[in-house]
């Protein structure tokens, strides 16, 4: 049960009205680590839990744990063996004792849009909703937050994360196996909320806000990015059943959407940071995610996707409880 001291921990240091209720729910969701789909991905983690690294590096586009000259040939094996077998890599680039993941996203040119006009993380709580493998709970650790909660279901996302940190043994950062469902028993507890590719997954998208609404302190910010579609008018599109082949895919907003979205949930100083059309440049297969990809979403001007639906945007926006 990795991190689950240290988050009640913090949670009993913060005053927390719903620690018996959250820790109740860690121990049910680590019945998912039981599930006989769960052992592939668990096996890594003990092959390779006396590996630590001594040089770490989270400042470039590319998040660094390790340095090549750590580890012999034997050692870096086992590492490339343990990393290859928790594939697909989606959210990226990290090097791993000089070996290159290199990933599905290219995260680092989200974070870089986003970093200008992120508040001052020093000594902050924050929370990183669908936190995936962790990329991006490793590029606020550069910016000494006082704890990072990442969140996310996965149990594959789970098992990169604890492989990733085990190696690297940054200890103000925890991934729990939550939802965004349950982010509002966390009641007033974040300085900020990270809410990056999840709204658009959600049928009632207001409904999630006001429940990050609920788990942010006073004045405290959501930084949102969603993916979205072109055009002036405060509309969303809601395709009949997939939307470029994702079938979760509910609510798919305007700029201008997005805004009304935070507004009608109780969000005050909306702004949208930036928007930007998609392309393979940001998402595509590779060595570390051998899958269909971006390319194979959308026609081949990148005007519709294959359900002739408008291509997808990326929406950035922050905003103040």
Known sequence: ???????LNKLSSL???????????????????????????????????????????????????????????GGRDTIYKALKSLMPWR??????????IDAEWRSFRKWNRL??????????????????NGYYMFKMAEMNPAFVLGIDPTVQYYCQF????????????????????????????????FLMG?????????????KVKKSLKKDGLIIVESQGIEGDLPVALFPEKRYAKV?????????SCLVNFLKRAG???VEIICHHKMSSEEQRSTEWMVYQSYKDFVNEDNTLTVEGYPAPIRIYSIARK
Request: net charge negative.
């Open 247 to 255: 079938p979760g895919t509910y609510f798919v907003p305007t700029p």
């Open 115 to 132: 970093k200008p006009y992120l508040p001052d993380l020093k000594d902050k709580v924050v929370c990183d909703v669908g936190c995936n």
């Open 1 to 7: 049960m990795r991190g689950k001291k240290a988050l």
């Open 198 to 210: 999840i709204l658009y997954h959600h049928p009632n998208p207001i409904d999630i806000l006001k």
């Open 91 to 100: 959210k990226g680039p990290f090097s791993v004792f000089g070996i290159d």
């Open 267 to 269: 969000f005050k100083d």
């Open 15 to 73: 005053d927390c009205k719903n620690t018996s209720k959250i820790e109740k729910l860690i121990d049910d969701r680590y019945s998912f680590l039981l599930r006989e789909s769960s052992e592939r991905f668990l096996i890594p983690l003990f092959e390779t839990k006396n590996f630590k690294a001594w040089f770490k590096d989270f400042k470039g586009d590319t998040v660094v744990i390790g340095d090549a000259e750590e580890l012999d040939k």
């Open 162 to 193: 604890n492989l990733l940190n085990g190696l690297a043994e940054v200890d103000n950062l925890n991934f729990q196996l939550l939802g965004v469902e349950h982010i509002d028993l966390f009641e007033e507890m974040f300085d900020t909320v």
